[in-house]
């Protein structure tokens, strides 16, 4: 698929200036997107705009888990309810969660942020809650275990993973499936990176938000490529033959038959009256004679053979053919 160029910097060649530029627009961004996002009444946060989520989300909640184990049922709500109106909105991840034990939910979140600990593998620790909690894939428990470790632990976003992962001066042709995989891909890309410039998981996850919705930007400003003419000219239609030029064509073909100036055969237009040389007239050929009637002195006899009436005028009927009894004869 034809790119749109490559409006942003990549992750390789990202300097520690560019990035911090970078993470300074974050709060900017989100502001925007604030105000043209409209809000969604069915979550019980409505009245909260997306600037305030997110403030609540990268701030208050992560000073707020300091020396807790857990996430209670409400705060899962409203990460969830953040991660919705933050990135692509998908209203049936909310219906699955709320389908869910609140306490059920609490307990898992419980167990997978234990066996992060134990392991120090986010992947190990999101398994355990996607393996519980209905609703909640990678990108949806990543998110849990980041408010806790904002340090290592990168959030699942679709920014994250086109920017570090992906063809990012093309969004549109990649596929996210969003599965174990694919997050593991995505935390050893943000480990190198981190550790090569000093900086979070978080602030990794914040500037390519920023960078990959100036992508995004691009792309929208860019014309649409030129698509093959072989592929979208379309046929062009048959012409309907009326029957007056059905009728016209028989007319004209009915003409230079009759004038003797075209070859059935060939379809070659001949002169009637040239002979070429190579022409040679076919002989008449002799007429048929029934051997069954031929007189003893070699001319054909005028008496009917086999199978043959004699007309009332002398002459001799063809040969009707014999009809074959269609009964059937018992045996």
Known sequence: MVGYGNAIVSPDEITKAEFEKARREYTALIQVISETKATITRFKTAQKTL??????RYKAILKQQDGQSSLSYDDVQQLVEWKLRHGKFRPMIQKYIDSNDPASVESCISAGLAIYHETKDASAGMAEIVKHVKGMGPATASLMLSVFDPNKVIFFSDEAYLWLCCDYTNPSASKIKYNMREYQNLD?????LAARLGVRAVDVEQVAFVLMHKQYAAARAMPSPPVSLAITS?????????????IAKLEMDKDVV???KADLSTGETVDANRIDENDVPMEEAPPVVNSKRVAAGGKPSALPGKGEKKRKNGSVAPEEPTRRSTRLKKA
């Open 51 to 56: 600037a305030e989520l997110d403030k609540w």
């Open 188 to 192: 050893r890309a943000a480990r190198l």
């Open 234 to 246: 379309p046929t062009p239609p048959r012409s309907k033959r009326t029957p007056s030029d059905t």
């Open 258 to 260: 009759s004038s003797g």
